[in-house]
């Protein structure tokens, strides 16, 4: 029978999708993509199919109704989400839907734009001594954030921290963050991890509005908070040469 897949695209760079993705939309007869986030060039993978559609200009029933037709004549359909698509990628609505109606579906998950960030500047979220979590959250906009997890609540951990969504509200994030980070804790802004045109600023929270302000970033960022960009750390237990471990005697 066929189905659907949602498919995690990765970043941006067309080599980030997993080898699983890239397979499933060289085999798709229908293509459903998130344009305004998603590489076009992705879609390269497949040579066979002329049923492509962009998703920033749909509505859910509008891609659902795409969805199940196709399905209704036994095509496969991949639907293919930025980043991974369990990240703010408004995938539950439609897998209930196709729920609903019988169709079976499979999720394939792709590199999130925050571990692209990290990569980007090079650096760990988990350093011993330093944060073992990583909060990824955004700013409510026109989507609300529940009370209980709004960003001056969240900053009181100070662990490390991915915003996704926010930086088009800048002053706010900083005014919100500084209330529990120090204002010299250090962030860094990814624009468009891994594309081209990516770009990195690195500074402190009390430079940060000024600095995405001077680079006019006004959205596709992340943005990174917390010691773990700059600072001393414990080393890893992990390897450590005094450390037992299941694979490993201490010497
Ligand atoms: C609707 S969310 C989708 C997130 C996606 N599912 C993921 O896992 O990365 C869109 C937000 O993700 C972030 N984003 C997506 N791609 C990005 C990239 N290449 N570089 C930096 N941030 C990105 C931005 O914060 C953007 O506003």
Redesign the pocket.
């Known amino acids: 029978m066929s189905k659907v897949y949602f498919i ?1 695209a990765g ?2 760079a067309t080599d980030l999708i997993t080898l699983r993705g890239a397979r499933l939309i060289e085999e798709a007869d229908v293509l459903i993509y ?1 344009g305004s ?1 998603v590489n076009r060039e992705i879609l390269d993978f497949n040579k066979k199919s002329d049923e492509i559609y962009n998703s920033a200009s749909m509505n859910l029933d509008e891609v659902l109704d795409v969805t199940i037709k196709a399905v209704k004549e036994g095509k496969t359909v991949a639907r293919v ?10 995938i539950k609505e439609q897998m209930d839907e196709l729920e609903k109606h019988g169709i079976e579906f499979e999720v394939v998950p ?5 571990v ?2 990290a990569a ?1 500047i090079k650096k760990e979220f988990t350093l011993p001594g330093v944060s073992q979590t990583v909060i990824c959250t ?1 700013l409510e906009g026109r989507t609300p954030v529940p009370e209980k997890e709004k960003l001056e609540e969240l900053a009181k951990h100070r662990a490390s921290m991915a ?5 088009g509200m800048i002053d706010e994030v900083v005014a919100r963050l500084t209330k529990h980070y120090a204002a010299t804790t250090p962030v860094a802004v ?6 081209p045109d ?1 770009e990195i600023i690195i500074c402190t929270l009390e430079t940060l509005a000024e600095n995405v302000k001077k680079h006019n970033i006004k ?5 990174l908070v917390g010691d773990f960009i700059e600072t001393e750390y414990e080393k890893s237990k992990l390897y450590d040469s005094k450390f037992t471990h299941e694979y490993r005697q201490a010497k």
């Open positions: 995690g970043p941006g998130a986030l989400h930025t980043g991974d698509p369990s990240i703010y990628g408004a792709g590199v999130s734009s925050f692209a960030a980007a955004r915003l996704f969504l926010s930086v990814v624009k468009r991890a891994t594309w990516e959205k596709t960022a992340q943005i």
